[in-house]
């Protein structure tokens, strides 16, 4: 049993974000990034087909998938609400919605509540280092989304790493561990972990029981600097705290999962951050033993 806990899927809206756009086919070796090397596309990815995208689901027993929205700068893309939830809609009981909402939307929080009441999302998605201008996690300009969060009783994915944001700066785990000790009721989901920051996010988990670590392919990608805090971490305190997801498409279904499945994880772990936590979180029942 398994719940990928963020895939944007080719649908709608989605198509429009930066992780749709062209992608040289042969990157320069000397700038190629740690995402390129060695990624495989997907069909449901090269055909832009959520009928796919499904059917890899099935192929590889993927049960669950959390469609993460995002609303950021033009320069990132947006993804309309709505979308999330008519493929939620399209596919009973296999995708569980969590909104994005930018910080500097002036009814940030009436969309929350639209999303949440109405369209049936079950947690909240924000990226505040990419939105225009853009902001630590901390800001005071945020603080209403969490709070609305708080109050619908929903949890929040906040993106960091040293590409959300101008500068590395943007993804260091501080201003989050403000905003978690400011709202210890609220689930802070940290998407991305906080890299390179590695230890220092594992070390705001650590301090801050409402914090779950979702490191994607900076903890399943051979090679990665800082994966292995992820993994003894994993393996340690942190297992029932750290989620598995894909991060299609910057991943495909078969790839990450694949790699994720490589990690030296002990298989009570690997049960955890596959199933357990999400369902927790999520409110879905436990994969039998």
């Known amino acids: 049993m398994i719940v990928d806990f963020r895939v944007q899927p080719p649908f709608r809206s989605f198509l429009d974000i930066y992780f749709y756009r062209p992608r040289p086919s042969s990157p ?23 009928e796919l995208f499904v059917e890899e689901m ?43 909402v930018d910080a500097h939307d002036p009814d940030g929080v009436g969309e929350i509540r639209r999303a949440i009441e109405e369209l049936g999302c079950r947690g909240v998605s924000l990226l505040p280092g990419w939105s225009e201008p853009p902001l630590h996690d901390d800001d005071p300009r945020v603080f209403p989304l969490y709070e609305a969060a708080l109050e619908l009783g929903v949890p929040v994915v906040v993106t960091s790493s040293h590409v959300i944001g101008p500068d590395m700066s943007f993804a260091m785990p501080e201003y989050l561990q403000r905003v978690a000790l400011a709202y210890p009721e ?47 971490a994993a393996n340690g305190f942190l297992s029932h705290r750290m ?47």
């Open 28 to 50: 320069d070796p000397l700038t190629a990034t740690q995402y390129e090397r060695g990624r495989v596309n997907s069909p449901s990815f090269d055909a832009q087909s959520a």
């Open 243 to 289: 989620l598995y997801s894909s991060c299609f498409p910057t991943r495909s279904l078969h790839q990450a999962l694949d790699d994720f499945r490589a990690l030296p994880l002990s298989e009570e772990t690997r049960g955890q951050l596959l199933w357990r936590n999400a369902a927790r979180l999520l409110g879905l029942p436990d994969a039998p033993n």
């Open 58 to 100: 099935d192929e590889l027993g993927v049960d669950v998938a959390v469609i993460m929205g995002q609303r950021c700068a033009a320069a990132w893309g947006s993804v309309d609400n709505a979308h999330i939830a008519e493929l939620a809609e399209r596919y009973p009981g296999r995708f569980v919605g969590f909104a994005g």
């Open 186 to 232: 609220l689930t802070l989901i940290v998407g991305h972990a906080c890299w390179p920051w590695t230890a220092q996010a594992c070390a705001l988990a650590a301090r801050c029981h409402n914090v779950y670590l979702m490191p994607e392919f900076y903890m399943y990608v051979a090679g990665m600097p800082g994966a292995r805090d992820y993994v003894d």
